[in-house]
């Protein structure tokens, strides 16, 4: 039998054996898991978000409605996100509205419930305080000491909000105060502190990785344009001008800003850099001048601005992960938090 007779023989069975594996092929490429119904557990994990979201105060969880419906490399970083798996969605999945697999539920919820801690913590702490700034009609010396009776007009605000509760330590919370005259808005803190880390540095350094005071400056909430100043009791100052995003997660920043003319001076009760003994703490004192707070213009009697007093507390190594950061009010979110900033009043009497 010639070849080609020979193919011919067997050419519809092969053909059709083709077809089969073809067919195959297709069927595994083309397979879908069956999607799943969300459990109860899945379920209720989704109404506590929306019973948070809607019961707290818009105000309070301005920052984190962002995250959750950020679109931003940045925010889905944050939060654990890809793009096709933003909060709504996940929102979506735990509720039943969209077809979902059982890996696409889990991580779901695991995505709600993290964002669900932090509307806990939220709903569990006081409102964001008012505070007032006391006139003073005397000089203040910028030693870093509040040895001015002046300190003593204006109440002090506690520092003791950890931005992680899992990375507090449990440490005595520091303390800050306002004044304020026709030129300055004058910030005091102390802040007690049992090993007192912080070197030299020029300006603009990373001083937030040491141990350092932060005092956050909104002049106008309306401009969403605020200042970030940073003090370490050695003197080191790094200020920057940064930009809220109001309809987005987080700020930018911009570190050739300078804030002109301000002014700063810290002590230390202890000795600097040395771990082998007990340190008291340290203080430090600011002075802002008005005039550089765009937006703001004139200090007077009843105008207003926004604030936010940290302190960052150096355990180990200067890295991120080994600084404790408390601020005077709850910032979950992060310290561009503009909506979770107190307001402050200039006043003439305590």
Request: net charge neutral.
């Amino acid at each position: 039998m010639q070849p080609v007779a020979l193919f011919s023989v067997f050419r519809f069975p092969f053909s059709v054996l083709l077809l089969l594996l073809l067919c195959a092929g297709c069927t595994n490429r083309f397979h879908t898991t069956p999607p799943v119904p969300p459990s109860n557990t899945h379920r209720a994990i989704a109404r506590q978000f929306m019973s948070f979201t809607n019961t707290i105060p818009g105000h309070r969880t301005r920052e984190l409605r962002n995250l959750y419906a950020g679109e931003c490399a940045a925010s889905r970083q944050w939060l654990g996100l890809t793009t096709n798996r933003t909060g709504p969605e996940c929102l979506e999945r735990l509720l039943g509205q969209r077809p979902s697999t059982s890996n696409q539920l889990d991580h779901a919820s695991k995505i709600i419930a993290y964002l669900n801690e932090f509307l806990e913590r939220i709903a569990n702490t006081p409102d964001v305080p008012n505070l007032r700034a006391v006139r003073t009609p005397n000089p203040i010396t910028l030693d870093g000491r509040l040895s001015e009776p002046d300190w003593t007009m204006t109440p002090p605000i506690p520092i003791n909000h950890p931005f992680r509760i899992d990375k507090d330590r449990g440490k005595p919370h520091a303390t800050a105060r306002l004044l304020w005259d026709d030129r300055y808005l004058y910030v005091g803190f102390d802040v007690p502190d049992r090993d007192v880390a912080a070197f030299l540095f020029e300006r603009d350094d990373d001083t937030f990785l040491w141990d350092a005071v932060e005092c956050f400056i909104l002049p106008d909430i309306l401009r969403s344009e605020y200042w970030e100043i940073c003090v370490t009791p050695t003197g080191g100052l790094t200020d920057r001008r940064c930009r809220k995003k109001l309809n987005g997660w987080s700020s930018t920043f911009d570190t050739r800003a300078n804030l002109p003319g301000i002014l700063h001076g810290g002590v230390t009760d202890g000795t600097v850099n040395q771990s082998g003994d007990t340190d008291k703490g340290y203080g430090v004192e600011l002075a802002i001048p008005f005039y550089s707070l765009k937006g703001f213009g004139t200090p007077s009697p009843g105008k207003s601005f926004r604030t936010l007093l940290a302190v960052a507390d150096l355990d180990g190594v200067p890295a991120v992960s080994n600084v404790l950061f408390r601020g005077h009010t709850v910032t979950p979110m992060g310290f561009q938090d503009i909506w979770s900033y107190s307001r402050v009043t200039l006043v003439d009497a305590p």
